[in-house]
């Protein structure tokens, strides 16, 4: 076998090893390395995955027995309104951006984004904006003294945002910090799609192009389309505060259902923007440890597309009970059932995939597994959810809140600690810890189930979402105790994860470049990959280059 | 033992299929731009459109606008000029690009001077501002997001007409000049846009 000259050596000289910290730190903010960047956003989403979490904790102390005291009604809403915030906001769309933003030149064989120093100020807006949103403790009272962190709820519906009801300054950080958030998500975007479409390697068409970088290029469209929106409506709303327009002043006319509406043109594709890098990362991962080649590699395309262009039209089956009369109602819930219809192809082609595989059980399988059955029920309890008449018994009831984080924690969270699992060796070039890793599992999902199985049934029962407390004896009270064990399973198996990644970072075993037999072309270069990636640009003649490379006699090109 | 090192290795089957091209990144860029800033026009418009008529208090569209159409005429047309200095730079006729610039950055500032004269007379004579009522509301806020990316365009249009008149902008830099110049197409077409909500439906 011949061999092409490796130029592994030139890594070691550009390491910031033996540098004064002041030079690495210096070297990091000033970074516009794609995979720092991607670094900087999932270590920044951590954080703020740790402070929501400690928002929900705090909320489930406080529903745990019924007349509970634990917090006042006014620090209730700041909390739920803090968590669903920053957990959309500052750890959903960070998150998934980093893994893009590392993940996606490596893929395509690329050596960064198309523009890197845009790369890093979407970053550095972000985290601004996520620090912005926290400053609100300090600095939301104001002259007026009044309110402290934003308690307006994450959808924020006027006039309950105008300044006769929201004095102070706590909704105008809920505001600026989404508006400031919402620049940062289209910038990067915007990277991802131009990095796709004009820096694929040698012979990667779009149609040989590894399903990770198709779900990003699905889902950075869909930002523009969703999150535009918001970024309008949020200025509407800053003028109404500061400046005295009446865009949802129901005083002068305006209309405070248009909020809904522009809210939710971004709230439900919202959705969809965090789910479809769930689905990609499935997309590598469940092949993998399937030994087998995705099923349905086209179909899997066509359903991420149209799953984008349907979700811009479900919007409003997040107001059925604001009132659409019997035509929206029924285009809305016809629109939305309609999206079940891709995304069973997707759960289909998953199962097709597996079918007749030889199965193996690494934690980023596990986790997949669990993530395919639990997307599953969460996606039968949407159905549900979109007949107008079952919604109008149950919208804004904890069925809707354990529905919602069915998909996204059931299934989006799931799908992300399998890819940390998958992608860590690459990135640190060490393996995590298996045991840890499995205890991780377990707790988290016998937490997960715990909390949200049993959190639909107060729901159904008639408890409302965002009560700070309730009576006894409605029959709440012992399915609330039991979500909140749940919280506590979950966030154990979470610092279970946390110290797994910081202890096999310095005691892990070495991984090697492509410790799980892998094909797509981030597991061809060092881990952790040298700052330019690749030290010769690669050439690709199939889906899974790296197999072709390890089967020179079957390769996949010959069945392209 | 074979350690797999790198994909490069991979051979490729066959002669290298026609020279790999790919779209060119600033274009590219600019396109996905343009979409997000659509879906916020949009929103501004689908605002506009939904109060028309709903204002509470005087005074209406209908009594205080006048149609802008020496304005509209200079920005229309500033559009063709910015493609004229893009060809004459392709052409590497320097002199043309400087000219076709400057016109076009002229042709910007009457359109917003018009636009300066018509809040003038709206906010001065009139007594409209954004706080008077929906109308004022929604109007202002359009046509001042239009005249926002007119002035960012304008700035950018300088700038480079600077440049030009230093005589550092070469053949080379056309592609990048192209992606400003779909910017300001993008910016008069909003425009198209604004001025039939705003003068013709709305009126």
Request: aromatic residues 16%.
């Amino acid at each position: 076998m011949t061999t092409t000259p490796v130029l592994e050596a030139i890594d070691e000289t550009l390491e910031t090893q033996g540098q004064p910290p002041v030079n690495v730190i210096y070297e990091w903010l000033t970074t516009v390395d794609h995979k720092k960047i991607g670094l900087m956003y999932i270590v920044y989403a951590l954080l703020f995955l740790v402070v929501g979490g400690f928002e929900a904790i705090l909320m489930r102390i406080q529903l745990a027995i019924p007349n509970n005291h634990f917090v006042s009604p006014q620090v209730f809403n700041q909390l739920f309104t803090m968590h669903g915030t920053t957990m959309v906001f500052f750890m959903g769309m960070p998150i998934l951006f980093g893994m893009g933003n590392y993940l996606v030149p490596l893929m395509i064989g690329a050596r960064d984004m198309a523009f890197p120093r845009l790369n890093a100020f979407s970053f550095w807006i972000s985290a601004f904006a996520g620090i912005l949103l926290y400053y609100s403790y300090i600095g939301g009272s104001g002259l007026y003294a009044a309110g402290s962190a934003p308690d307006v709820g994450w959808f924020a519906y006027a006039p309950l945002t105008s300044k006769v009801f929201s004095p102070g300054h706590s909704t105008d950080y809920w505001t600026l910090a989404v508006l400031l958030s919402g620049v940062g998500s289209i910038g990067t975007a915007l990277n991802i799609v131009t990095t796709i479409l004009c820096m694929r390697c040698k012979g990667m068409k779009m149609s040989r192009m590894p399903l990770l970088p198709w779900l990003y290029l699905v889902m950075s469209g869909l930002v523009f389309v969703a999150v535009s929106p918001l970024t309008a409506a949020q200025v509407m709303l800053t003028l109404d505060r500061y400046l005295g327009s009446h865009f949802f002043d129901t005083q002068a006319g305006g209309s405070a259902i248009l909020w809904m509406h522009f809210f939710w043109i971004f709230g439900h594709p919202e959705v969809y923007v965090l789910v479809l890098p769930a689905f990609a990362f499935a997309n590598e991962i469940i092949p993998v440890f399937s030994r087998k080649a995705m099923f349905g590699y086209p179909a899997m395309v066509a359903a991420s597309v149209s799953i984008g262009f349907i979700s811009l039209s479900v919007w409003a089956h997040h107001m059925f009970t604001a009132g659409l009369g019997p035509a929206g109602n029924t285009f809305f819930v016809f629109a939305t059932m309609v999206i079940s219809v891709p995304t069973g192809i997707k759960i289909f082609n998953w199962l097709a995939t597996i079918w007749g595989g030889k199965i193996i059980f690494a934690p980023p399988m596990m986790f997949m597994v669990a993530f395919l059955f639990q997307f599953l029920i969460a996606g039968l309890t949407g159905i549900m959810l979109s007949a107008a008449p079952f919604n109008w018994q149950l919208s804004a009831s904890y069925f809707v809140v354990a529905h919602f984080h069915y998909v996204l924690v059931g299934a989006i969270v799931f799908s992300l600690f399998g890819a940390f699992y998958y992608w860590y060796p690459k990135v640190t070039g060490k393996m995590m810890d298996e045991t840890l890793a499995k205890w991780h599992f377990w707790l988290f999902l016998i937490g997960f189930h715990l909390t949200f199985d049993f959190m639909h049934v107060p729901g159904i029962l008639g408890m409302p979402r965002r009560i700070y407390t309730y009576e006894a004896g409605r029959g709440w009270d012992t399915l609330n105790f039991i979500v909140g064990i749940g919280a506590i399973f979950q966030a154990v198996g979470t610092l279970i994860l946390v110290y797994n990644m910081i202890h096999s970072y310095y005691k892990g075993k070495e991984a090697g470049h492509d410790p799980w037999d892998a094909w797509t072309l981030e597991w061809s270069v060092p881990s952790p990959p040298p700052s330019y990636n690749f030290a010769i640009e690669p050439t690709v003649n199939s889906r899974r280059p790296l197999w072709d490379l390890k089967h020179p006699e079957d390769p996949d090109s010959d069945y392209e | 033992m074979t350690t797999i090192t790198t994909a490069s290795r991979i051979p490729i089957d066959g002669p290298v299929e026609t020279p790999w091209k790919l779209p060119y990144r600033g274009t590219i860029g600019m396109a996905c731009l343009i979409i997000a800033e659509s879906a916020i026009f949009i929103i501004f418009v689908v605002a506009y459109i939904y109060y028309i008529g709903k204002s509470l208090s005087g005074p209406t569209p209908a009594q205080v606008l006048e149609l802008p159409i020496f304005g509209t005429i200079c920005l229309l047309s500033s559009s063709i000029f910015v493609h004229f200095a893009v060809s004459s730079l392709r052409k590497e006729n320097y002199r043309g690009c400087t000219l076709n610039l400057a016109a076009t950055v002229l042709l910007g500032t009457i359109f917003l001077a018009t636009t300066a004269r018509e809040w003038y007379h709206l906010i001065h004579d009139e007594g409209l501002t954004i706080k008077t009522n929906l109308f004022g509301t929604t109007y202002y806020s359009l046509v001042g997001l239009h005249a926002t990316h007119v002035v960012v365009g304008l700035i950018m249009l300088s700038l480079v007409l600077c440049f030009s008149l230093a005589g550092l902008v070469k053949e080379e830099h056309s592609e990048k000049l192209e992606v400003l110049s779909l910017y300001w197409h993008f910016v008069d077409a909003v425009w198209v846009v604004v001025f039939l909500v705003v003068y013709v439906l709305g009126r």
